[in-house]
């Protein structure tokens, strides 16, 4: 039994799929499927039941899994315990990011960290928020940069907040929205509604907004990028609900005003497990300067 052999098992668990499995382990199909197989045959017993469109685990293959990560865990265990003591730090940090994600401060962080730490894969995925989220408990990615409208870590996670803001609504100048005066959640739901899709922290705040004060918004259009929501305001197919950070690089075309009665704050935060190993501490020590926030964030 070998390692790689145990990484692709636990690959295809959670990627349900041979394929994604290969993706993500930079092999072919071919080769994970036979190494999979050598590990059934050296288990006596199958893992995966193939007979569905997904690889799903069998009873053998659910009692493996968990022992397979604490296996891993271990592995990479001492590999973090020698660059601890040696200030090389090796392996694999994978990290997620918000759909259409445009922080600046993000890359720079990944580009002094991989400067700093040339002996560490990087990987950079995206996804919605809560699906970022889950991949970190599950282990799949090492930390991400999600958006959240909760004041407090998700359960089982560290956060360092990047970004707190209030809600705008963003809309042509010539928007009957624009005019000078207070904007509220029922004068922003007497229009049809373009925002970001559930699963998202600007959608949780907005929903959240809403809900608090008692309206029910109709959403015409979702997208997951702000660029995207910013085009169907522009073009009148709705009041655009963006945070005011985002809103302010449409301010050529669009006017940004905040939701006065919207409470609800939108943040983007730096999102991990903890404990977490050398690797995740380098890459918060590099985002603590690229974000210039204070080392005990």
């Known amino acids: 039994m070998e390692l790689r052999q145990l990484?692709?098992?636990?690959?295809v668990a959670e990627e349900r799929n041979f394929t994604r499995a290969a993706e993500r382990v930079h092999i072919s199909q071919s080769g994970v499927s036979?190494?999979?197989r050598q590990l059934e045959r050296e288990l006596g017993a199958d893992l995966f039941d193939r007979s569905g469109r997904t690889a799903t685990l069998t009873v053998a293959g659910k009692a493996a899994l968990e022992h397979a990560r604490a296996t891993l865990a271990a592995a990479a265990a001492v590999g973090q315990a020698v660059g601890e003591v040696t200030h090389l730090i090796k392996g694999r940090l994978v990290v997620g990011m918000v759909n259409g994600c445009t922080i600046t401060p993000l890359f720079d962080t990944l580009a002094a960290f991989h400067r700093a730490h040339p002996g560490v894969e990087i990987s950079l995925l995206e996804g919605n928020s809560d699906a970022l989220a889950e991949a970190?408990?599950?282990?799949?990615?090492d930390l991400a940069l999600v958006g959240t409208a909760a004041a407090t870590a998700?359960?089982?996670l560290s956060e360092m907040t990047i970004v707190s803001e209030r809600l705008v609504a963003a809309v042509p100048p010539a928007h009957p929205l624009a005019e000078p005066g207070q904007v509220t959640l029922a004068d922003v739901a007497a229009y049809p509604i373009v925002c970001m899709p559930p699963g998202t922290g600007l959608r949780q705040a907005f929903d959240r907004a809403c809900a608090a004060g008692?309206?029910?918004p109709a959403i015409a259009f979702q997208a997951g990028a702000s660029d995207a929501i910013a085009a169907l305001a522009e073009r009148g197919l709705g009041?655009?609900?963006l945070s005011e950070s985002m809103a302010a690089a449409y301010r050529d075309r669009l006017t940004a005003r905040v939701i006065d009665d919207a409470q609800e704050i939108a943040r983007l935060a730096l999102t991990w497990k903890t404990p977490y190993g050398p690797a995740v501490r380098a890459f918060l020590t590099h985002a603590r300067r690229a974000f210039a926030l204070p080392a005990t964030a």
């Open 136 to 141: 970190i408990r599950a282990g799949s990615i």
């Open 214 to 216: 008692g309206c029910r």
């Open 239 to 241: 009041v655009g609900i």
């Open 154 to 156: 998700p359960e089982g």
């Open 7 to 11: 990484e692709y098992f636990v690959a």
């Open 34 to 36: 036979a190494q999979i």
